[in-house]
Structure formats: C-alpha cells, structure tokens
C-alpha cells in the first residue's frame, strides 16, 4: 500500500538556525498537505500543495512539491520557539480519497 | 464556528469492555475521518465516510472495530472486546468533500488496562 516516510524523525536547533524536514510518497499523489502538532494537541492544518513544481510560502514557512509529485519540503528560516512542534505531512490520493499520515519530524527550538 | 468536538476526552475501559467514541464534525462538512495516534507516530487511517456512508474502511485493524454515521453528521466509533493494544487516541477530523484540508477534533485518549 501507499507510504510516506518523513526525515528527520527529530531535530534539535538554536533559536534563529533554519530546519528542513523532507517527505516521500510510495506513490504519485494528488496532492500534499502538511500539518503541524503542537505537544499534546491535535494536528492543525497548514497548507496544501497540488501542481508538480509548486512553491508556497507562509511567512518564515516554504513549502514545495517536487517535480514528480511524491516528495515535499517544509523549510522553516530563523526558527522560533513558537515553531516548536511535530509537522507532519500527508499524502492525497484522489483514487482513495484519504491522507496518509508520515511519522513526522518533531522540532525542539533552544532559546 | 465550533470546531470538530470528541467525547469523551479520555476513556479509561478493562480489558474485554466495549466503547464508544463519539465525534461532532463542523457543521457542513461531508467527509468524516477516523485515526489512531500512538505516541511518537502519525494519524493512522481507520474509516473515512462521505456523507452516511463509509467510502474507505480498509483501515480498521479488524472486525472488533465498526464506525457509523447514520444521518451524515456525528459518528460513533465502536470497539468490541477491547485489547490493551487498542490504547491510544483516536482521532477523528472532518472537511468539505474532495482534496480539501482536514480539520482535526482534540481526540479521545482510550487507555485499556
């Protein structure tokens, strides 16, 4: 069945250093969406990417889909404590109509 | 708007009991999804229903486990002879139908002892 694997798992940084976490699918998908969780929250919706090649930015956050559709970054500049959190992303397939979860990377910012 | 609502927030159940885990979606929205999180692990799929019916239950671990929604709204998650393997929290998320980002509900931590 369809997978999507997350690297790192973990990423300890200082406050101000960039972080990059990276995405593959098994397979083609429809689109990507990423999500983040806070500690002992739910998963928060963040964006979804949809054309092969797409770029979006969210302030401090660019997000991209590569070229073949089954990998995707989430690039955070100048971390803040408030980024502290896992991102998870979540592959779309249009055939079966549900996301499938990565194992997300968590994210610890040192002040 | 009020978001996704669960209850019961936590579920304490002995090996062997039944549960019922109740999700409230945002008014309007026609997809409905169950997951499971253990600690350290993403969402794992369960049930996704499009409107009353269930589109995709190829999630659910086994027979024990069954999902409704019989009026296209709330669902009910229901765990027969519960395992201390099924502790963890469910969570359950609804959205508008198509590719469309999900909205997730706080969860329900079930804890079997």
């Known amino acids: 069945g369809q997978q999507v694997m997350q690297i790192p798992q973990y990423q300890h940084v200082q406050e101000g250093e960039d972080f990059t976490t990276y995405c593959n699918s098994s397979?083609?998908?429809?689109?990507i969406q990423w999500y983040k969780q806070r500690p002992g929250g739910h998963p928060v919706f963040l964006i979804q990417?949809?054309?092969?090649?797409e770029v979006k930015k969210q302030k401090r956050l660019t997000f991209q889909f590569g070229e073949a559709k089954k990998n995707s970054s989430l690039h955070i500049t100048a971390t803040q404590t408030t980024d502290v959190g896992t991102y998870f992303c979540?592959?779309?397939?249009?055939?079966?109509?549900?996301?499938?979860f990565g194992q997300g990377t968590t994210l610890q910012v040192k002040p | 708007g009020a978001g996704v609502s669960q209850t019961p927030s936590n579920k304490v159940t002995e090996k062997g009991k039944y549960v019922e885990l109740r999700c409230d979606p945002i008014?309007?929205?026609?997809?409905l999804y169950w997951y499971r999180q253990s600690l350290g692990q993403g969402p794992e799929f369960l049930i996704y229903?499009?409107?009353?019916?269930?589109?995709?239950d190829s999630g659910l671990p086994n027979d024990r486990f069954f999902a409704v929604r019989p009026e296209g709204s709330v669902s009910t998650l229901k765990i027969q002879r519960t395992e201390r393997g099924d502790s963890a929290v469910y969570l359950c998320?609804?959205?508008?139908?198509?590719?469309?980002?999900?909205?997730f509900g706080p969860g329900t931590r079930l804890t079997v002892l």
């Open positions: 008014s309007g929205h026609t997809a």
């Open positions: 979540a592959g779309y397939s249009s055939n079966t109509g549900k996301l499938i």
């Open positions: 397979t083609t998908l429809s689109n």
């Open positions: 229903f499009q409107g009353t019916g269930a589109a995709d």
């Open positions: 990417l949809v054309k092969s090649g």
């Open positions: 998320a609804s959205s508008l139908a198509g590719p469309y980002g999900q909205f």
